[in-house]
């Protein structure tokens, strides 16, 4: 549900603006009216916020420091920096290093074959002879390199070398292996040294080594890699780790100061005072005003706005049952209420995850989902993402197992072929075809009426006359067709016909006359979407179909083969039926509350309440720190305490 909100202004002494904004980080209850431009981050401020969080990026751990002052901040910052950045050169290049080895090694390794001869002697054998080899290493992605440095060598050498490639994939290194007279050296170094060849791939370590002295330089290279990097790493801890927790105080307070030189922009200033309009919850007035003048004594002043505030960029404050909270997160995913709307939340709660089990429908499916949401709840923090969707998939399995045993399903038919009895109708019958689109149908239209209530209630309450009419016009037509339904199926006696053929009418002129000189036209469209909302409910029906058919096939392919494998491809399917029941389901209901029913009163285009120390970490009077909650938390079931030390 929405929290109320209301306006407080605060007056006081321009000095003690800074000392105000503190006190109000430290409540996390007031959120500064904009009324200008929000302005930037002070240069300097901002200057070392980036500075201090390049360092922080390398700490794996959290620690304890004190905070330190500006200055000291930038005598450790210039002792740090250099060491980090030589470090972070080094193991750049390492990082580098372990990539193209592994592939100038496998280059060069193509040429063995090629040449074993050659590719068998070392340095000196080779000189013996007088003669030297190169391995090259081409970056030659449109094979132009190695036809250019071939003719260059025949123009400078003439037939006195060899060149052999390996053949490698487009795009791929190419390995070359150069055999020439020793005494031909120095010009080949030229000509590999001059712009008229680019992007050689031998490291220069490797330069001018032979085949099998450059492979096999490159392999010990390679296997003393992990250890020079982990070297690397640990004089990187050990350069920053003493200062961490120092560093990570620090820029707690550094971003509060930001957060306060920005809030302080959209104070009213003159030479002595300054003015602040907040939003505050309206029943945290008495602590806020408790709190300024504790802090600042008779240097402020609090009123309550009650005349001339503006509302066009009113915050919404959220606050839902905590097991509600994943719930509304999914409705923030598509909008936040504005001011005025409904929070859907609660209804999202308890509609989303029935929708869910009227799809997948399976007591060993539910049963999997509950484990697997049992485990995520156990092995990660309830507050974090996956934790939100454990509590969103404990909901959905336990009614995935409801239905389950409404339609007798057990990993699809293998429940029924074995005796497990529907408590209502298994949806792999031949004549459940019928109840089941009945049954997704009727979900439909008790969806959708309710979204029409809803729109209808909220339209009288901001007295907007137009979509009053046109919901309540939808509203008679849907009503007349549901009689003309139950008459023609026979489920209703025949007096039904006459008032659910006037509400058709009535219906069908109040929503024309509601759309204004074109209500001829678009009323007609209003209503055949309304009738396209409720007939797209049937998705429940056919992706529950869907699930079981791919159960059946499931368990018929595992019948047919020998025991062992029979079980392995009939778990393989299972595993693919669960896993596309994880996703695919909870699309089709999130889609049907977003589109169909979001859209008979829903609005949105809301914000969240976001007050002052929200996602950030405060200091207190006594300097330790303070931990403010996220935006998400304050809009969260409980009240937010003043202050929580670390």
């Known amino acids: 549900m929405m929290v109320p909100l209301t306006q407080l202004e605060v007056v006081g002494l321009r000095p003690r603006l800074d000392d105000a904004l503190t006190a109000l980080q ?43 002052s500006d200055t000291a901040l930038r005598t450790t910052l210039a002792h ?29 390794d193509a040429l063995q074959p090629l040449v074993p001869e050659l590719g068998r002697l070392n340095d000196r054998q080779l000189a013996n002879l007088g003669l030297a080899s190169m391995a090259l290493v081409l970056d030659d992605p449109d094979t132009r390199i190695v036809p250019e440095l071939t003719r260059q060598l025949a123009e400078l050498l003439g037939r006195g070398h060899l060149l052999v490639t390996s053949s490698a994939a487009p795009g791929s290194p190419v390995g070359c292996l150069l055999v020439l007279r020793r005494g031909d050296l120095p010009e080949v170094n030229s000509l590999l040294g001059t712009q008229r060849i680019v992007e050689m ?25 992990p250890a020079e990097r982990d070297r690397v790493q640990a004089e990187l801890a050990a350069t920053v780790n003493p200062v961490a927790g120092s560093l990570q105080a620090t820029i707690s307070a550094l971003r509060a100061r930001a957060e306060r030189a920005v809030a302080a922009t959209q104070a009213d200033l003159s030479s002595r005072t300054f003015i602040l309009r907040l939003w505050v919850p309206a029943k945290r007035t008495a602590q806020i005003e408790q709190a300024l003048s504790e802090r600042l004594g008779e240097a402020v002043a609090v009123e309550h706005v009650t005349t001339g505030a503006s509302v066009e960029d009113q915050p919404v404050l959220l606050r839902n049952r905590t097991g509600w909270q994943p719930f509304q997160q999914l409705v923030g995913l598509l909008s936040w209420p ?29 049963a999997l989902l509950l484990t697997a949401a049992w485990w995520l709840r156990s092995h990660r923090p309830t507050k974090s993402t996956l934790g939100e969707v454990a509590k969103v998939m404990m909901l959905g399995g336990a009614w995935t197992v409801l239905f389950g045993l409404l339609y007798g399903e057990a990993l699809g038919s293998l429940g029924h072929s074995i005796g497990m009895p529907a408590l209502w109708f298994y949806r792999g019958g031949p004549t459940a075809l019928q109840p089941l689109l009945l049954f997704a149908l009727a979900i439909g239209l008790a969806h959708v009426v309710l979204g029409l209530l809803l729109g209808i209630w909220t339209a009288a309450r901001g007295h907007q006359r137009r979509p009053l009419a046109s919901k309540l016009g939808t509203l008679l037509v849907l009503a007349g067709l549901f009689g003309l339904a139950g008459v023609a199926a026979a489920g209703f006696p025949a007096q039904v016909l006459t008032p659910a053929v006037a509400a058709l009418v009535v219906g069908v002129v109040v929503a024309c006359v509601s759309q204004g000189a074109l209500g001829l036209l678009l009323g007609p469209l209003d209503l055949l979407g309304a009738f396209g909302n409720v007939l797209s409910y049937l998705r429940l029906a056919a992706v529950g179909l869907a699930s079981t058919y791919l159960a059946e096939v499931a368990n018929q392919l595992g019948a047919r083969g020998p025991l062992l494998l029979g079980i392995l491809v009939a778990t393989l399917f299972h595993a693919l039926n669960l896993a596309l029941a994880a996703f695919s389901p909870t699309i089709q209901a999130l889609r049907l509350h977003y589109v169909e029913f979001f859209g008979q009163f829903y609005e949105g285009g809301g914000r969240l309440f976001a007050p002052l120390g929200a996602g950030s970490v405060a200091q207190g009077p006594e300097s330790e720190c303070v931990t403010a909650p996220s935006a998400a938390a304050i809009n969260s079931p409980e009240p937010v305490p003043a202050r929580s030390s670390v």
């Open 26 to 68: 430290e409540l996390r209850l007031a959120e500064v009216v904009t009324v200008a431009d929000p302005g930037e981050t002070p240069p300097d401020l901002a200057d070392l916020i980036a500075r201090t969080d390049a360092m922080l990026k390398l700490i794996d751990q959290s620690a304890v420091g004190a905070v330190l």
């Open 80 to 108: 740090l920096e250099p060491q980090v950045a030589r470090l972070l050169t080094e193991a750049e290049e390492l990082r580098g290093e372990a990539e193209a080895l592994p592939r100038s090694i496998d280059a060069l």
């Open 201 to 225: 791939g031998v490291p220069a370590a490797y330069a001018g080594k032979s085949l099998r002295a450059t492979v096999d330089a490159m392999r010990q290279r390679l296997a003393a890699l």
């Open 338 to 366: 504005a001011r005025g709307d409904l929070d859907p939340t609660g209804l999202t709660a308890l509609v989303l995850p029935i929708f869910f089990g009227v799809m997948v429908g399976d007591v060993v499916y539910g």
